[in-house]
């Protein structure tokens, strides 16, 4: 079990798509002791149903933490907003500009505070990580 982990909207909606096998509720709360969410990956779990429902009983027993970046320090802050503009230069692209926001912002929070998991179903964001946020530092 992790200390601490992210989570991304598209294993919310994975794991939570079926109402008949609640895997979002059961299994999620088994990989941490803190789960976070951030709320621009949390408003984009909206279909099927049954994932926005399995989400929201997670946050409503405090199972499953949302945050945003605009809770943070303004040191924080300021290293928030210079990580995410670092990883939306490679990750998002400006016609579609809410393409990969989840990621993105998760990213950025889940650096600042030292979590070092993120949870996603995204095959191919692990290069970027290592190249944008796995420096060394």
Same mark, same amino acid.
């Given at each position: 079990?992790?200390? $601490?982990?992210?989570?991304? /909207?598209?294993?919310?909606?994975?794991?939570?798509?079926?109402?008949?096998?609640?895997? #979002?509720?059961?299994?999620?709360?088994?990989?941490?002791?803190?789960?976070?969410?951030?709320?621009? /990956?949390?408003?984009?779990?909206?279909?099927?149903?049954?994932?926005?429902?399995?989400?929201?009983?997670?946050?409503?027993?405090?199972?499953?933490?949302?945050?945003?970046?605009?809770?943070?320090?303004?040191?924080?802050?300021?290293?928030?907003?210079?990580?995410?503009?670092?990883?939306?230069?490679?990750?998002?692209?400006?016609?579609?500009?809410?393409?990969?926001?989840?990621?993105?912002?998760?990213?950025?929070?889940? $650096?600042?505070? /030292?979590?070092?998991?993120?949870?996603?179903?995204?095959?191919? #964001? +692990?290069?970027?990580?290592?190249? +944008?946020?796995?420096?060394?530092?």
């Amino acid at each position: 079990m992790y200390d $601490k982990i992210i989570v991304d /909207a598209d294993i919310c909606i994975k794991l939570g798509s079926k109402d008949k096998y609640p895997f #979002l509720t059961e299994v999620l709360p088994l990989l941490a002791k803190e789960i976070y969410i951030h709320s621009q /990956a949390y408003s984009e779990v909206l279909i099927p149903d049954s994932a926005r429902r399995q989400l929201n009983v997670l946050v409503s027993q405090k199972k499953v933490i949302v945050v945003n970046e605009t809770e943070l320090e303004p040191k924080e802050r300021c290293i928030y907003d210079m990580v995410f503009n670092q990883l939306a230069n490679v990750m998002i692209d400006p016609r579609r500009p809410n393409k990969n926001k989840g990621e993105t912002c998760s990213l950025a929070y889940a $650096k600042v505070k /030292a979590i070092p998991v993120f949870v996603t179903d995204e095959k191919d #964001l +692990q290069p970027i990580i290592d190249s +944008q946020l796995n420096t060394g530092l």
